[in-house]
């Protein structure tokens, strides 16, 4: 089947669930590609404004041709913004079909705006579509304001939805989180994103006698990841009296504001890519996350997949909470918090090789491609809707 893959986004600013997804797809014997149109801001990431390719160029990534294009925005302009961006990728879609021909199906990632903008490439070549949901109400929110809402948006997007053959959220919970904007009368299938098992692979970790526990946290330094409860549960498991450390990584951990935050014992690093991530992984004890929303993050997946155990707050799928190794607690309680670190510091028989390997039958790219596969091959005609 020829797929083309929509993202809403895409790098240098996220987005990688749709290669992961690509890759998975091609894995399954699929003809994938991917169209993408990145809007850039001058007020948000000023060098990549000014450096960034003006043209449309094709390039590969992991072995999958993209079909790329950056388009600069014009500030506080959030309508024209948007439409401009669904105007290039119909544009850009259809150069695609004249030099590959047209696709099957279209994989929209986000409905804000690859839904929205595949609603009206599959009207215009009569091809189905659906839409892979990753975004949470939080999110929403800050553009729309709290529901109910009256945001010109979502119209649109509803439209989106109710026009897909499917939509696929990455995690159950998520349909009932932004239900009070999009409502639910649209055909659903939940189906996981993919991480790299074979990367983020089993590895035992050295014996704790003589050495403190390390904790680690991946996630970018803004509210919603809820770094300040994770500082104040840190204190207060260093005031219990535990020998901890904590090294903290993504975007903006290394900034002024979060280092005049960092409680004694805390490492922050900044950024890291890949192979740097898995090293941190490797060399730490247990993962903790005292996110405010999450749809689905994928750290905890990769953490596990490495055999450790994770903490992490309500706001994480049921789906991912492989018993045993992930300790849930609510949402802003840092004594919770704190209390759930000291437990998994002490846990005994933690099996981390099992526990990577229940990691692999939830989202490993076999297994996520194959999921995929059905679905859109029953869009497409090609088999039974089960």
């Known amino acids: 089947m020829h797929i083309l893959e929509i993202p809403s986004f895409f790098p240098p600013y996220g987005g990688l669930f749709c290669l992961d997804q690509a890759k998975a797809l091609a894995r399954q014997g699929h003809e994938v590609r991917i169209v993408s149109n990145v809007q850039l801001g001058l007020t948000t990431g000023a060098w990549d404004f000014l450096t960034l390719p003006c043209g449309r160029y094709e390039c590969l990534m992991d072995g999958i041709t993209v079909c790329q294009s950056f388009q600069r925005g014009w500030p506080r302009a959030v309508r024209y913004n948007a439409r401009r961006w669904v105007s290039v990728v119909r544009s850009m879609v259809a150069e695609y079909v004249q030099k590959y021909g047209c696709p099957d199906i279209l994989h929209a990632h986000c409905v804000k705006w690859g839904g929205y903008a595949a609603m009206l490439i599959s009207r215009d070549y009569h091809i189905p579509y659906v839409i892979t949901e990753h975004l949470s109400r939080l999110v929403f929110e800050t553009e729309f304001g709290a529901a109910p809402s ?6 649109l997007l509803k439209e989106a939805y109710h026009d897909a053959s499917i939509v696929i959220p990455v995690a159950e919970e998520l349909v009932g989180d932004i239900s009070c904007y999009f409502g639910t009368d649209y055909r659903w299938t939940a189906v996981s994103n993919t991480i790299d098992v074979d990367f983020f692979r089993y590895r035992a970790r050295q014996p704790l006698a003589g050495r403190r526990f390390r904790f680690c946290c991946l996630a970018n330094y ?7 409860v994770l500082f104040a549960a840190f204190r207060r498991l260093l005031d219990g009296g535990m020998d901890a450390e904590l090294h903290i990584a993504g975007r903006g951990t290394d ?5 005049r935050m960092l409680p ?3 490492t922050a690093h900044g950024w890291q890519d890949r192979e740097a991530v898995r090293e941190l992984l490797y060399a730490s004890d247990a993962l903790v996350l005292a996110s405010r929303s999450e749809v689905q993050p994928l750290a905890l997946l990769e953490a596990m997949s490495t055999g450790i155990p994770v903490v992490a707050t309500e706001v994480v799928p049921a789906a991912m909470r492989i018993e045993g190794a992930c300790c849930i607690v609510p949402v802003d309680d840092a004594d919770a918090l704190a209390q759930a670190m000291v437990q998994t510091m002490v846990q005994k028989d933690f099996d981390g090789r099992l526990v990577s390997a229940q990691v692999a039958s939830l989202a490993s790219p076999e297994v996520v491609g194959r999921q995929l596969s059905d679905l859109l091959d029953a869009v497409a005609g090609r088999r039974s809707v089960q």
């Open 150 to 155: 009256d945001a010109w948006q979502i119209p």
């Open 222 to 228: 803004w509210p919603l990841k809820g770094y300040d």
């Open 255 to 259: 900034s002024v504001s979060c280092r």
């Open 264 to 266: 004694t014992g805390v």
